[in-house]
């Protein structure tokens, strides 16, 4: 349709932000800003490089392997000008692996590669779950399995342990595709569509009512299929799935390899946890929140084989997770764990009371931001009082006042003055 500007109703246009977006306005920023920060800071730790994508793909991306859940009920996707079907990105595991699938080659393995973009999910917004959020995935490619798992999962513990967090406040609940599918051949003894519908039932039956999870299961197995999956997921120790499956599998290997590791106090097994994304393949987990007000997933992740498949190119092992900035933030709150970031940092408030001392404010800002303070200079002339109520307003930890040939500068924390003809070595000392 041609934008006419005489066809636009009158009607009253919002200033809320679209449904499920949030406006970041600057206490929320900084808060996400600290979360990104250490997200960085722990991505260079393991030696993860940055990336990033476009946000828009073609639908087909998803298609291939994201599964029915994202591609019927949550991706955005529109016909652009050109006719082709796009869509804003829901996660960024298909276009990591795009990217990859142009590289690998002539990249020495394992790729380690890290990045946090927004996402866009037609979600109902609800406490821990909006229609836009940023999400830290870390992605290993190439490297030998087990081995890559644990250093993922190591660096979400390290990460959660860099914000304060312990295993009191974290579990990671994890287990292995390759156990339900033995449970599926072998036991359930079902073919590929039925496991495909299993899958969901499992994905599922931690959050749907018995009644419910009873009518899923009678409409696809037998009573005897029936009871050996409920078996299955009343399993809730490495122990018990080890003996009820005994077969060799990449879980059996990482939890005999994480023995005596401080990774293993955070690791339980949990039945339910198979992903909602098709692609997994082997290795699956989620990280929990253990607080009773704020119970859910704040990560999730897994290993992938096939991935690269969808692009013709020979496989390519992948292992990964994403972390989302609304859980992350939730997580924190909720465990006192979360920084005051009400003022901004450390910043200065410069005023000056009369036209005469402009330029003296000015010199003064000057000076203080070349040697890396965050300076706001007032730009006009302002009376005492008044600077004090703004300093007060804007959460200013420092006011300087230029009203004659005085500097003084006052330490609005702790409640300190000093005044000065220069800026002096006591000023300085309080900043530092
Ligand atoms: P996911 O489980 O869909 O996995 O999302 C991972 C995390 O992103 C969730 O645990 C949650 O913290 C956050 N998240 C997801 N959707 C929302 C939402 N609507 N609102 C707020 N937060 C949300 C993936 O996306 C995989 N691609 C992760 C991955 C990377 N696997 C391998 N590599």
């Keep these: ?14 200033k809320s932000p679209y449904k499920g977006c949030r406006d970041l ?39 291939a392997k994201s599964g029915e859940e994202l591609i019927n009920e949550q991706i955005y ?83 959660l342990e860099h914000f304060g967090a312990t295993n009191k ?8 595709r390759a156990i339900v599918n033995e449970l599926f051949s072998n036991v359930l003894k079902v073919d590929e569509q039925t496991s495909y519908k299993l899958y969901k039932i499992i994905d599922k039956s931690k959050k749907l009512p018995e009644q419910k999870l009873e009518v899923l299961m009678d409409e696809i197995l037998s009573s005897e299929q029936k009871a050996n999956l409920k078996k299955y997921l009343s399993l809730n120790s490495f122990e018990e799935v080890f003996s009820f499956l005994d077969i060799k599998s990449p879980l059996r290997d990482l939890i005999e390899k994480v ?32 607080h009773p007000d704020n119970r859910r997933a704040i990560c999730g992740g897994g290993s992938y084989a096939n991935l690269l498949q969808i692009f013709k190119e020979s496989p390519l092992q992948g292992v ?9 933030r939730d997580f924190l709150i909720t465990h006192d764990l979360m920084p005051d970031f009400t003022q901004p940092d450390d910043a200065i408030l410069v005023t000056y009371q009369a036209d005469e001392f402009e330029k003296r404010a000015a010199q003064v800002s000057r000076t203080f931001r070349q040697a890396g303070f965050g300076v706001e200079s007032n730009l006009k002339p302002i009376k005492t009082s008044k600077a004090f109520q703004l300093a007060e307003k804007k959460n200013y930890s420092y006011l300087i006042l230029i009203e004659g040939p005085e500097i003084v500068f006052k330490d609005l924390v702790n409640k300190k003055e000093v005044r000065s003809q220069t800026i002096n070595d006591e000023i300085w000392e309080i900043l530092n």
């Excluded at 406040?169 to 292995?176: A, C, E, Q, V, Y």
């Excluded at 293993?264 to 989620?286: A, M, P, Q």
Aim: glycine content about 6%.
């Design 259 to 290: 023995q005596e590791t401080e990774l293993l106090k955070y690791l339980n097994y949990d039945s339910s946890i198979v992903r909602g994304l098709d692609y997994y393949t082997g290795i699956v987990f989620e990280v929990f929140d253990l």
């Design 25 to 63: 306005f600057p206490k929320l920023k900084r808060e996400q800003d600290y979360l990104f920060s250490k997200m960085r800071e722990v991505a260079s730790l393991y030696a993860y490089e940055p990336y990033d994508g476009p946000m828009l793909e073609l639908v087909d991306l998803y298609m």
């Design 320 to 328: 990964g997770f994403g972390l989302g900035d609304v859980t992350l």
């Design 1 to 14: 349709m041609l934008f006419m500007r005489y066809l636009i109703p009158m009607t009253q246009i919002s």
């Design 77 to 159: 996707s529109f016909k652009d000008r050109g006719d082709r079907f796009v869509a804003i990105r829901p996660e960024m595991t298909p276009t990591v692996a795009r990217m990859v699938a142009q590289v690998h080659r002539e990249t020495p393995k394992p790729i380690r590669w890290y990045c946090i973009p927004n996402l866009m999910r037609y979600e109902r917004p609800q406490k821990g779950r909006l229609r836009e959020h940023w999400q830290f995935n870390c992605d290993i490619f190439g490297g030998p399995e087990v081995l890559s798992e644990i250093e993922i999962l190591e660096l979400i513990k390290d990460l």
């Design 169 to 176: 406040h974290f579990s990671i609940l994890i287990n292995d």
